[in-house]
């Protein structure tokens, strides 16, 4: 089963509007990754932050975590066209091993108007 | 460097065939996951190999299986296909042994089985 759900399932907005996006978590966690993906091909990763980490910025993006709350929520600001996409939430339990094992959320779809 | 390659890119079978789908990692990486995304069930992880060893897999049928060789590259075969096995097979590599780290995923395969 998935270890995240995703809020909003879709979201639709113009260009040079804030797109954001939320996802909870149900165990503890290592670390909390988020990925693109365009168009049913490969995921494309954007920014990991680590269980002691509470904000991560990377370009427009910003990651928050809130380990209390089991969730994390990704803001793109200024969003284009081009971040159409859906973008995905994925966790590294403890019980993973250690191992490359990713635990997925449903995903977001989003939807850039010009 | 060249990015993670997947073939092939398409694929379609008959119930009850096998398939072996493949993927080279990033040069140097070592540790190859693969994932099965549908639209019903999300990215479920399947299986991870570091160092041609499966150190963990996800919660599926003994009719999915893999390996590694020596120079990375993995394979996975899925035997008696089934309906429900349609899905983009996702392949990812990073150099590193943990999941504390981003993971480079490659486009996919798009298997259909009718």
């Known amino acids: 089963s998935q270890q995240g759900e995703e809020d909003p399932q879709a979201l639709s907005i113009q260009e040079g509007e804030n797109a954001t996006m939320n996802c909870s978590y149900k165990?503890?966690?290592?670390?909390l990754q988020w990925y693109r993906q365009n168009s049913g091909r490969g995921l494309v990763h954007l920014i990991l932050?680590?269980?002691?980490?509470r904000e991560k910025h990377s370009g427009r993006l910003r990651v928050t975590l809130d380990t209390s709350k089991k969730s994390s929520s990704l803001l793109i600001t200024a969003s284009r066209a081009a971040d159409t996409a859906s973008y995905f939430c994925?966790?590294?339990?403890?019980?993973?091993?250690?191992?490359?094992?990713?635990?997925f959320g449903a995903g977001t779809r989003l939807a850039v108007h010009p | 460097k060249a990015g993670v390659t997947q073939t092939p890119r398409y694929l379609i079978k008959t119930r009850g065939q096998q398939v072996t789908l493949s993927c080279s990692p990033i040069?140097?990486?070592?540790?190859v996951s693969w994932y099965q995304q549908t639209p019903g069930q999300g990215l479920q992880f399947l299986f991870e190999?570091?160092?041609?060893?499966?150190?963990n897999k996800g919660n599926f049928p003994g009719r999915f299986s893999g390996r590694q060789f020596s120079n990375s590259r993995s394979e996975m075969n899925v035997s008696t296909l089934e309906l429900g096995d349609s899905a983009l097979y996702l392949c990812?590599?990073?150099?590193?042994?943990?999941?504390?780290?981003?993971?480079?995923f490659g486009p996919g395969t798009r298997l259909t089985v009718t």
């Open positions: 990812a590599s990073s150099f590193r042994r943990t999941s504390s780290y981003e993971q480079y």
């Open positions: 165990t503890s966690i290592n670390n």
């Open positions: 932050i680590r269980s002691n980490e």
């Open positions: 994925a966790t590294d339990p403890p019980l993973s091993g250690g191992y490359n094992k990713l635990i």
């Open positions: 040069s140097g990486h070592r540790s």
């Open positions: 190999y570091f160092s041609e060893t499966q150190r």
